[in-house]
């Protein structure tokens, strides 16, 4: 089974469970995410990857450029451990790491989580590659990844789901990260990107694995 494939299985399961007037506020908001052109105006192929210095999971500094100076890099920006999309793929993503590490690259993720929450994150998906806390979505927003979410939304989240952003992200932003990761070569230069305003959809590991391949070639 693909990602896709079990993205989608979580999609028609989590459907199920919303009711028609929650879910429509919440399709209204992907749509308009998706026609703001968020997602074409982040960082592209070809581009130079912003820097960046982040606390990881225990709260240690991981800078960018410590990592992509041994190899090349795959940074996946995820929006929570309460998301359960977010929890697929980055399953999906631990069960392809040892190809990824025989590949000569790194894998971590970058979350607004707080380092506590990413932690609990890293630990109840056994995940084995770096969990990167990146307060107030700095270096999402660097990436040009960031927007706000819709007041509404974050009612429906809060109030229905018992998502409280503010709790797990540490401050009162409402700011969120669309998915997307970045194959990101030694001279820091973005070699595949996959960025996608619809928080169902995700890079599939089989892309990035190829992707990693033709650097190498």
Same mark, same amino acid.
């Given at each position: ?17 919303? %009711? ?7 399709? $209204? ?14 960082? $592209?192929?070809?581009?130079?990857? %912003? ?31 309460? /998301? %359960?999309? /977010? ?22 993720? !970058? ?66 990260? !669309?998915?997307?990761?970045?194959? !990101? ?23 990035? !694995? ?8």
């Amino acid at each position: 089974m693909t990602l896709r494939d079990e993205l989608e299985k979580q999609r028609d399961a989590t459907v199920q469970k919303i %009711p028609q007037e929650t879910l429509s506020v919440m399709v $209204g908001a992907t749509r308009e995410l998706i026609a703001s052109g968020i997602a074409e105006r982040s960082t $592209g192929e070809g581009s130079a990857a %912003p820097s960046f210095s982040l606390p990881n999971a225990q709260g240690e500094p991981v800078a960018s450029e410590s990592l992509w100076e041994e190899g090349p890099v795959v940074v996946s920006f995820y929006r929570g451990g309460w /998301c %359960p999309y /977010c929890n697929v793929e980055l399953r999906a993503l631990q069960q392809r790491l040892p190809e990824i590490e025989a590949l000569g690259a790194r894998l971590v993720a !970058i979350t607004p989580e707080t380092p506590d929450n990413a932690l609990t994150t890293q630990e109840k998906n056994e995940i084995g590659f770096e969990v990167l806390s990146d307060g107030g979505n700095a270096v999402a927003s660097a990436f040009g990844l960031t927007f706000r979410l819709p007041d509404a939304v974050n009612d429906i989240y809060k109030n229905q789901f018992g998502i409280d952003l503010e709790a797990s992200n540490g401050d009162a932003s409402q700011t969120l990260a !669309i998915p997307a990761t970045f194959v !990101i070569g030694k001279d820091g230069k973005v070699l595949k990107a996959f960025v996608d305003a619809d928080y169902t959809r995700r890079a599939e590991p089989d892309e990035i !694995i190829a992707a990693l391949k033709e650097a190498g070639d």
